[in-house]
Nanobody, 114 residues
Framework: QVQLVESGGGLVQPGGSLRLSCAAS????????MSWVRQAPGKGLEWVSD?????YYADSVKGRFTISRDNAKNTLYLQMNSLKPEDAAVYYC??????????WGQGTQVTVSS
């Protein structure tokens, strides 16, 4: 079955960096566009970034976050630099099915605080 397992979250000071990973299994990873989506406390889901043939970013993270993938390792990444308190959220990876999302991981918590 499809499994997506995020890792790499944690506590970081404002201005710091983190790299999230999402290990995928149970499907042909290279055939799917992949996404990062986040949910801050008390807020709804916010799309962060997609990667398929190209990479796309929400305006709120453009220039600070970089999405990448290693198809040989079935792994999706999100490099997050210049983190702000408003970036604090649970970050999820998901595979794209058409215009929607297919399967989701369990999420990894990112806390940005001094």
């Amino acid at each position: 079955q499809v499994q997506l397992v995020e890792s790499g979250g944690g506590l970081v000071q404002p201005g710091g960096s983190l790299r999230l990973s999402c290990a995928a299994s149970g499907f042909t990873f290279s055939n799917y566009a992949m996404s990062w989506v986040r949910q801050a406390p008390g807020k709804g889901l916010e799309w962060v970034s997609d990667i398929g043939g190209s990479a796309y970013y929400a305006d709120s993270v453009k220039g600070r976050f970089t999405i990448s993938r290693d198809n040989a390792k079935n792994t999706l990444y999100l490099q997050m630099n210049s983190l702000k308190p408003e970036d604090a959220a649970v970050y999820y990876c998901a595979n794209r099915i058409g215009d929607g999302f297919g399967s989701w991981g369990q999420g990894t918590q990112v806390t940005v605080s001094s």
